[in-house]
C-alpha cells in the first residue's frame, strides 16, 4: 500500500499547506526555499498550533516576534487561501481570513530574504529590522514568540512580555493570545542540546550575543501570570532531542476588557 493511501485527508491538507507556504521562498533565493521547507516540514510547532486550534478565527492582527524570514506569514496566508477554496478539512478549526502579519526581526539578512519572499503578499506583511527589546508593538490580537526569548537576558525577557501583555490589552480582543514557545531549562539534556544547536546556529549566522538565558517552566508560567496571563503548557519537540515547551497565555477576560 502506498503513502498516500494510508494518509488521512489533515495529512494530504498539511502537505498542500507545506507546498503553498514554502513556494513563495523560491523567489529568495536557495538558502531561504531549503530552509523554509525543512523548519516547515521538521519543527512540530507549526502544525501543532493549527490541528489544536490555537490560531482562531478572531486573531486577525498577529505580531511575529523573532519572525527569521516569516514563514509564519506564509503559512497564515496560505491557510486563509486554502479556507477560501473549501479545501480545509472539517477537523481543523478555521482561521482568520486575511490575517495582518507583523514580523520583528534583528537580523537584516533575514528581513532581507523574508522581503523578497513574502513581500507580496496580500494583505501586505508588515516586515520590520528591529530589536524586540525596544520595537513599538502595534495593537494586536495574537502574538508569535518562538524560540526567541533566551536571545536575550532574564530582565530584557520581562520587558518584552510587559510590552506583549500592553499590545495585546490595546488590541482589546477577549480572545487575546501570547503563544510562546521556550526552552525548559529544568529538562537538563534537553535544554543543554537546545542551547548548544542554537549557540553554533547564530555563531554561523553572524549573531553578535549568544542565546544562553532559559528559566524552568515553573518560572515561565509564575512570570507570565504574574503579568495577568492565563497560562496553558504543553510539549512541543516531538521528533526532535530539545525541550521545549509551548506556553499558550491568554490574556484574563478583564485584563483585555
Ligand atoms: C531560533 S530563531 C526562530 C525563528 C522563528 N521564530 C521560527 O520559529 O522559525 C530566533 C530568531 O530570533 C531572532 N532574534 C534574536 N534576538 C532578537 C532580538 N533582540 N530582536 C528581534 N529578533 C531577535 C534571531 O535573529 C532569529 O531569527
Known amino acids: 500500500m502506498s503513502a498516500t493511501t494510508l494518509s488521512t485527508p489533515a495529512d494530504r491538507a498539511w502537505r498542500e499547506l507545506h507546498e503553498a507556504a514554502t513556494a513563495p521562498y523560491k523567489k529568495g533565493g536557495s538558502f531561504a526555499w531549503h530552509f523554509a521547507r525543512g523548519k516547515l516540514g521538521r519543527d512540530p510547532v507549526f502544525r501543532g498550533l493549527l490541528e489544536r486550534g490555537l490560531i482562531e478565527a478572531e486573531h486577525r492582527r498577529v505580531v511575529d516576534i523573532g519572525c527569521g524570514q516569516g514563514l509564519f506569514a506564509s503559512l497564515l496566508a496560505s491557510m486563509s487561501a486554502m479556507q477560501k477554496q473549501g479545501r480545509w478539512p472539517s477537523t481543523w478549526f478555521p482561521t482568520a481570513p486575511r490575517p495582518e502579519y507583523t ?20 494583505p501586505k506583511p508588515t516586515l520590520l529590522c528591529a530589536d524586540m527589546c525596544s520595537a513599538e508593538l502595534p495593537d494586536c490580537d495574537l502574538v508569535v514568540i518562538l524560540d526567541v526569548l533566551h536571545y536575550v537576558d532574564l530582565q530584557a525577557q520581562e520587558g518584552v512580555l510587559e510590552r506583549v501583555r500592553d499590545a495585546l490589552r490595546r488590541g482589546g480582543n477577549a480572545k487575546a493570545r501570547l503563544l510562546l514557545r521556550v526552552g525548559d531549562a529544568s529538562s537538563r539534556r534537553g535544554f543543554a542540546i537546545s542551547q548548544w544547536v542554537d549557540r553554533t546556529v547564530t555563531r554561523i549566522r553572524g549573531h553578535k550575543v549568544s542565546p544562553t538565558w532559559g528559566r524552568p517552566l515553573s518560572e515561565w508560567t509564575a512570570l507570565l501570570q504574574s503579568l495577568g496571563f492565563r497560562v496553558r503548557s504543553m510539549p512541543m519537540s516531538e521528533g526532535t532531542p530539545f525541550a521545549n515547551v509551548l506556553l499558550v497565555a491568554d490574556l484574563e477576560q478583564n485584563e483585555a476588557a
Do not use: F, N, Y
Open 103 to 122: 514580523g520583528i526581526e534583528l537580523m537584516p539578512k533575514d528581513v532581507a530574504r523574508a522581503q523578497a519572499s513574502i513581500g507580496h503578499l496580500e
